[in-house]
């Protein structure tokens, strides 16, 4: 590689950087947060959560007296709520351990839930002035161009020279926060990953792909894959002004959200059907499924899923002709509980009653959140 110029990549940073909350304070936590927000998501997306956050809970003190729900409410619509989740136990290992200062160690800051090198980097180089380095997205695809690896990226050979490389680099910079901000910077609004603006970057006399031409083919485009389509099924049940909710376990995808009664449909059923039965299999209720009272299409990261949700009624018998996942169904007695929570039937979720003006209360992740808009009229 030729000598990166560094002061111009500087220079470039301080002219050109954008205005972003997390800018303004360089703390770990304000860093932190922002790193582990900004994983996967767009930038203007993640700001005004990042302030909400920071103004709710100022300091890993703060967060780490959390309630989970709280913390998955304000993550509500943000996504992969694992993040969340690892972010609460990280604050309260942080308090319990480090006396509520993140730990000045590379070693300790990897050892903390959902914090990974790149993250610890950006850290401990912002608030500790380590030289350590960032290897985020961006930065990876910026180094390879500069480089002008033509290899799978994932590959250990290349992962190696990549960090060895981003390593080499921060250990020249005078500052290391200011370093790996102007590199994550450059891949974000410069080295893009479709339309880079060679004309424009600081660093263009020492790339190596911009001197063969070969610039947008790195990184080498991912084989396309059939990405799973699901329909899902679920109940809106509302009596007496509530309407039934589940909450899905800790763990996994959504863990901790809250959403509509229901589940996969089964090849062979309709999404009618399908509501019928999972109530029965999940919850020991007797349903009727009536209008279907909204549609809601949704991609996740590995698969995508159709939603429909049906306006339902308790009965208390079983629908005799729901199709064969009928005959699974309980009998009428174990299904009428009354509409308050604490005598539902014994389930793998907890499953609540609750107040339609309540509702706005709990996280739900982003398909059930279009129902329940539905539901309330908004
Ligand atoms: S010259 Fe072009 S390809 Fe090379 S680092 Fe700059 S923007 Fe990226």
Not at 103 to 125: F, K, N, Q, V
Not at 190 to 214: E, N, Q, S
Request: glycine content about 6%; hydrophobic content about 45%.
């Amino acid at each position: 590689m030729a000598v990166l110029p560094l002061s111009d990549l500087h220079a470039w940073f301080l002219a050109h950087q954008r205005d972003l909350p997390w800018r303004r304070r360089r703390d770990a936590y304000a860093v932190w947060l922002s790193e582990i927000m900004l994983q996967q998501t767009r930038v203007d997306t993640v700001v005004p959560y990042f302030e909400r956050f920071v103004a709710r809970f100022p300091g890993f003190e703060a967060l780490a007296l959390a309630d989970e729900q709280e913390v998955l409410k304000l993550w509500e619509g943000l996504g992969y709520y694992a993040r969340a989740r690892n972010l609460l136990a990280a604050a309260r290992r942080i308090a319990a351990r480090h006396n509520g200062r993140f730990p000045d160690s590379l070693d300790a800051a990897e050892a903390l839930p959902g914090i990974a090198r790149s993250t610890a980097g950006a850290i401990l180089s912002a608030a500790y002035d380590r030289p350590l380095p960032v290897l985020d997205g961006n930065v990876k695809r910026v180094l390879a161009r500069i480089m002008a690896i033509r290899e799978d990226l994932t590959r250990p050979a290349a992962v190696r020279k990549l960090w060895e490389t981003a390593g080499d680099l921060v250990l020249a910079a005078p500052d290391p926060d200011r370093h790996n901000q102007a590199m994550m910077e450059l891949g974000a609004t410069c080295c893009t990953p479709r339309a880079p603006d060679c004309a424009t970057c600081p660093v263009a006399t020492a790339c190596k792909a911009l001197d063969l031409g070969i610039q947008a083919g790195i990184p080498a485009p991912k084989k396309t894959r059939t990405i799973p389509h699901h329909h899902v099924a679920v109940a809106v049940i509302v009596e007496d002004g509530r309407t039934l909710i589940q909450q899905r376990p800790s763990e996994g995808l959504l863990g901790g959200l809250w959403e509509f009664p229901g589940g996969k449909v089964e090849p062979g059923e309709t999404p009618a059907q399908a509501v019928v039965r999972e109530l029965a299999e999940e919850l020991a209720l007797a349903v009727e499924a009536g209008d279907e009272l909204a549609t809601v299409k949704h991609a996740y990261s590995h698969f995508r899923i159709t939603l429909h949700a049906f306006s339902c009624r308790r009965i208390r018998q079983p629908p005799v002709d729901s199709g064969p996942a009928a005959s699974r169904t309980p009998d009428a007695a174990a299904v009428s509980p009354p509409p308050c929570d604490p005598s539902l039937p014994p389930a793998a979720r907890t499953a609540r009653w609750v107040p339609l003006e309540h509702l706005d209360d709990y996280p739900f992740p982003k398909a059930n959140k279009k129902v329940l808009d539905r539901l309330l009229g908004r």
